[in-house]
């Protein structure tokens, strides 16, 4: 694919089907492939939010009027992620259903559902500790995967200083 049809711009509350869906066909197979197809969507929908609420840098690229990746940069101020003010209300609906389905959900939906969290909650901790390599890793939600690649993630530099931009990791 040819960059001069991509367009890249901040992601949008409009944008959470197109980033979710990515994000359902690279990491929500256990549900998925038992043809829990409405809680794989659900789980999509609500982990990839998790991450863009906590991050004040999201992104989107947009090819032929869909999206065909996403990038969410978290910024850590003292130890601590900083939030964007467009997905919070997003994210906090979205806890209170998925709190409520993990009331009658099985190991793998509750898993589904809250695994991303606890390994944010086990980072997040890391972070705080001012670790100089708690800082910097990112990764990326490309679309192609059904064709073949793989989902790149790469280790970047610790930033010099608390609260330099720190890519988050999803």
């Given at each position: 694919m040819s960059l001069d049809n991509v367009t890249?711009?901040?992601a949008t509350l409009d944008d959470l089907a197109g980033i979710a869906a990515i994000y359902n066909q690279l990491w929500c197979n256990t549900l998925r492939?038992?043809?829990d197809v409405e809680a794989a969507d659900f789980c999509a929908?609500?982990?990839i939010t998790m991450q863009l609420q906590r991050s004040p840098i999201a992104l989107?690229?947009?090819a032929e009027g869909r999206i065909i990746a996403a990038c969410c940069i978290g910024i850590f101020e003292d130890g601590k992620p900083r939030t964007n003010p467009t997905w919070v209300p997003c994210y906090d609906e979205m806890f209170a259903q998925a709190t409520e389905?993990?009331?009658t959900a099985d190991a793998k939906l509750e898993g589904s559902l809250f695994g991303d969290s606890r390994?944010?909650?086990?980072?997040d901790r890391f972070a705080a500790t001012g670790n100089?390599?708690?800082?910097?890793?990112s990764s990326s939600c490309p679309s192609g995967r059904a064709k073949g690649s793989a989902a790149r993630s790469s280790?970047?530099?610790?930033?010099s200083s608390p609260g330099q931009a720190a890519p988050s990791s999803s």
């Open positions: 890249l711009r901040a492939n038992r043809g929908r609500f982990n989107v690229a947009e389905m993990a009331k390994e944010k909650a086990t980072a100089e390599y708690a800082q910097g890793s280790t970047l530099p610790a930033p």
